[in-house]
């Protein structure tokens, strides 16, 4: 069993720079593959960015491609999303969730955090 928090969110301008957080809980965190999701509302959530149980080794959505990273802390059992240049269309609740396999698809990850609100004002 994982249990994961997020936190980080809040309201920033267009062109600013958030920093979220997702702590899990467990000794097996490592073994996990990590992804983030977002959900706008009135909107289907989709896939932000996957990063492996091996450090390094990411994915991204094309719209978020060169203003996220994705990173993993595996002694701090966190995994974090630098979201920089941000823009109105990223306003939307960002969550984490941990799967055995790293995947673009919400179905493939096991665990799933309760979210965090991110607003990007114009």
């Known amino acids: 069993q994982v249990q994961l928090v997020e936190s980080g969110g809040g309201l920033v301008q267009a062109g600013g720079s958030l920093r979220l957080s997702c702590a899990a809980s467990?000794?097996?965190?490592?073994?996990?593959?990590m992804g983030w999701f977002r959900q706008a509302p009135g909107k289907e959530r989709e896939f932000v960015a996957t990063i492996h149980r091996s450090v390094g080794s990411t994915s991204y959505a094309d719209s978020v491609k060169g203003r996220f990273t994705v990173s993993r802390d595996n002694a701090k059992t966190t995994v974090y999303l630098q979201m920089n240049s941000l823009k109105p269309e990223d306003t939307a609740v960002y969550s984490c969730?941990?799967?055995?396999?790293?995947?673009?698809?919400?179905?493939?990850?096991?665990?799933w955090g309760q979210g965090t609100e991110v607003t990007v004002s114009s």
């Open positions: 467990g000794r097996t965190f490592s073994s996990y593959a």
């Open positions: 969730a941990a799967g055995r396999v790293a995947s673009l698809v919400p179905r493939a990850y096991d665990y």
